[in-house]
């Protein structure tokens, strides 16, 4: 069974975890919820999702959620194998990253078997508008031929993976009619900005381009293993340093303010110093 499915997460410069989910089975029966965060959400992310602070403190834990979802799909699959399709590469990077903060074996089993089950449909989608890439939005109101003004993208999970469920069913056949353009729609760049350098394209294009302006980004200390604890807190283990600036709990939003707080980071790893009321230490 096709379950069409789409996450929300908590933004590039914090720890990417899932803070909502959309799914939508074959025959239209739908799941959807907020999850409780273990930071602060993005400023970025609030202005994109609608998702307030509020909403997001009060929403139910990442645990609660996953299994209402593991019963919701033993449910509308009746056992039989089924698969998550996604818009992306996206979605799986936020699976994995709520599996590192999961806080139970079961969490952890449920959500690594919704990542073994993932598959990426926007690469064959695009080919039908034949273009290497195409937004979700755009090839949904292109097929409707619903307007050819600018829209919004909404970012809510669940509208999203209703959008993916309509493209799909209707994919096959469909051609790009002759003389018709594929709907425009505004995208929300997040990444690296510089004062003063312009940067452009898509984000690996800007993450190089950061490199290239601040070329020590990609030096090899801040690519260390490292452990944070704080209080008592259940630790949180990082692959590399960088993806530890999460614990800043603030916007970084140029390579010169990831650089700076990286080397301060780094000292801290260095001198056995708290961070923001962190202990940071490498793992070997």
């Known amino acids: 069974m096709k379950i069409y499915t789409d996450f929300e997460a908590n933004g590039i410069n914090h720890l990417q975890e899932i803070i909502s989910i959309g799914c939508v089975a074959e025959d239209g029966q739908s799941f959807y919820s907020l999850v409780r965060p273990h930071e602060k959400l993005d400023k970025r992310i609030r202005e994109l999702t609608h998702i307030s602070e509020d909403e997001a403190q009060i929403a139910p834990s990442l645990e ?26 996206s979605d ?112 690996k294009a800007r993450a190089k381009q950061a490199l290239r302006t601040y070329p020590q980004l990609a030096d090899k200390k801040y690519h260390i293993k490292v452990r944070a604890t704080k ?16 614990l800043t709990g603030f916007t970084i ?4 303010k990831k650089l700076e707080c990286l080397e301060k980071m780094y000292q801290c790893v260095e001198n056995h110093e708290p961070y923001y009321g962190w202990t940071l230490e490498e793992i070997k």
């Open 64 to 89: 609660e959620v996953m299994r209402d979802f593991s019963s919701w799909l033993s449910k509308v699959t009746h056992g039989e194998p089924y698969t998550f399709l996604v818009f992306g590469n």
């Open 92 to 203: 799986r990077d936020f699976v994995n990253c709520s599996i590192r903060v999961a806080e139970d074996n079961i969490t952890k089993e449920i959500l690594q078997d919704l990542h073994d089950n993932i598959q990426r449909v926007d690469k064959q989608i695009a080919a039908k508008f034949n273009r290497k890439t195409i937004g979700l939005r755009s090839a949904y109101l292109t097929m409707r031929l619903s307007d050819n003004e600018p829209v919004e993208q909404n970012h809510n999970a669940l509208e999203d993976a209703m959008m993916l469920k309509y493209i799909c069913e209707n994919i096959s056949n469909y051609e790009l009619p002759e003389g018709v353009q594929v709907v425009s729609v505004p995208k929300n760049i997040m990444g690296y900005k510089n004062k003063n350098h312009k940067l452009t394209g898509n984000r």
């Open 231 to 246: 209080g008592n807190r259940k630790p949180v283990c990082y692959n590399r340093l960088i993806e530890a600036l999460s």
């Open 253 to 256: 939003d140029t390579a010169e």
